[in-house]
Nanobody, 118 residues
Framework: QVQLVESGGGLVQAGDSLRLSCVASGGTFSSSTMGWFRQAPGKERESVAEITRSGGTWYAASVKGRFTISRDNAKNTVYLQMNSLSPEDTAVYYC????????????WGQGTQVTVSS
């Protein structure tokens, strides 16, 4: 049974940093594209960043230059380093995985809350 478990969320002040982690289990994810998404209250879920099996990355314009996604295939773990956080980054953050690189996201974590106070 595939599971994605996020951790690292919390309450921080504007300008602070957080590092989210997502550990995948129950499968092999070295060929998967891994992504981070977020959903703020009253808003639709949006894609934040993703990383391919070969390490290629993509970022939403709103986080580019502040967030960094990385992965450790040996640990089946994907990270999201978030710097210079602002209240607009407040959301539940979810990690997700595809079956194959470039495919649809089929596995999702339960989410971790990030709250940034001004």
């Amino acid at each position: 049974q595939v599971q994605l478990v996020e951790s690292g969320g919390g309450l921080v002040q504007a300008g602070d940093s957080l590092r989210l982690s997502c550990v995948a289990s129950g499968g092999t994810f070295s060929s998967s594209t891994m992504g981070w998404f977020r959903q703020a209250p009253g808003k639709e879920r949006e894609s934040v960043a993703e990383i391919t099996r070969s390490g290629g990355t993509w970022y939403a314009a709103s986080v580019k230059g502040r967030f960094t996604i990385s992965r450790d295939n040996a640990k089946n773990t994907v990270y999201l380093q978030m710097n210079s956080l602002s209240p607009e980054d407040t959301a539940v953050y979810y990690c997700a995985a595809t079956l194959v690189s470039g495919g649809k996201y089929v596995y999702w974590g339960q989410g971790t809350q990030v709250t940034v106070s001004s």
